[in-house]
C-alpha cells in the first residue's frame, strides 16, 4: 500500500485547472491578489475622510 504524502497531494492538486481554466495555485493567488487590492483602497479611502482604518483578516 502507498503511503500518503500531503506534499505530493498538494503538487498534484494545485497544478490540476478548474473549470475556469486557473490552476488551484492561480486562483488562491488570484484571491489573496483581490484582497491585497480591496484592503489598499480600503486604506485610501479612510485615509481621505480622515478615519482609521479597521483591521481586515483572512
Known sequence: MK?????????KHSETPRKDGLTNR???????RRFQEADQNL???CAELGIE??????
Open 3 to 11: 503511503s500518503f504524502s500531503a506534499s505530493e497531494y498538494q503538487a
Open 53 to 58: 482604518k479597521p483591521v481586515m483578516m483572512c
Open 26 to 32: 492561480e486562483f488562491t493567488l488570484a484571491r489573496v
Open 43 to 45: 486604506k485610501e479611502a
